[in-house]
Structures are given as structure tokens and as C-alpha cells.
């Protein structure tokens, strides 16, 4: 069994930085793709940041130029570091990714979430 543990959400006044964190644990091949998901309240959740295993980024439009994604591949952990915060990026972040595996094969998971909340 995987498991994706963020890390890294608070209260933090507009225009501030936060960094989150989203740590791999348990039996694995391999980790490709790696994306954060927002969700607002009465929202849908909505895709921040991506980043294959090759380090290739793509971005919301929403947060090009603040959001930075990235990752370690030696600690099975990837980044999302956020500066300029704005208000509306209030929500819920979860960290997912695609993991192969040799019990299960290529499998989705999805982490617990971290609530980041940007007060104005």
C-alpha cells in the first residue's frame, strides 16, 4: 500500500509564502507523475501543479509566476512552494500521484489533503 502525506498548510496573511510537502510512503517501483489539487468550499477541485517524473512542469493559470512545483525523486517527496498568496487561494491541498507498483501495477492515489487558508 502507498500512502501520500502532505505537510506545510497554515494561516498565512496575503502575500505571504507557504511551502508545502507531499511525502511517498510504503512499497514501490516507481513514482511517474505528480500533481497538487485544490479544492474550495463549493468548488470543484481544480489542478494547481504538475510534474512528470522527468521534471517537466505545467502550471494553472491562476498561480503561473507564484506556485513553483517540484520534487526529489531520492525522497519520494514532491514541493509546491507558493509566494504571493492571495486570498481566493484559500482551500484544501492535496497531493496525487501515479505509482507503479509490482503487487498492483500503475495505481492513482490521492493524499488526505492540507487546508491552506490566506486571510486579506
Known amino acids: 500500500q502507498v500512502q501520500l502525506v502532505e505537510s506545510g498548510g497554515g494561516l498565512v496573511q496575503a502575500g505571504g509564502s507557504l511551502r508545502l510537502s507531499c511525502a511517498a510512503s510504503?512499497?514501490?517501483?516507481?513514482?511517474?507523475?505528480m500533481g497538487w489539487y485544490r479544492q474550495s468550499p463549493g468548488k470543484q477541485r481544480e489542478l494547481v501543479a504538475h510534474?512528470?517524473?522527468?521534471?517537466?512542469?505545467t502550471y494553472a493559470d491562476s498561480v503561473k509566476g507564484r506556485f513553483t512545483i517540484s520534487r526529489d525523486n531520492a525522497k519520494n517527496t514532491m514541493y509546491l512552494q507558493m509566494n504571493s498568496l492571495k486570498p481566493e487561494d484559500t482551500a484544501v491541498y492535496y497531493c496525487?500521484?501515479?505509482?507503479?507498483?509490482?503487487?498492483?501495477?500503475?495505481?492513482?492515489?490521492w493524499g488526505k489533503g492540507t487546508l491552506v487558508t490566506v486571510s486579506s
Open positions: 510534474i512528470t517524473s522527468g521534471g517537466l512542469t
Open positions: 510504503g512499497t514501490f517501483f516507481s513514482i511517474n507523475s
Open positions: 496525487n500521484a501515479d505509482v507503479r507498483s509490482f503487487a498492483r501495477g500503475d495505481v492513482n492515489y
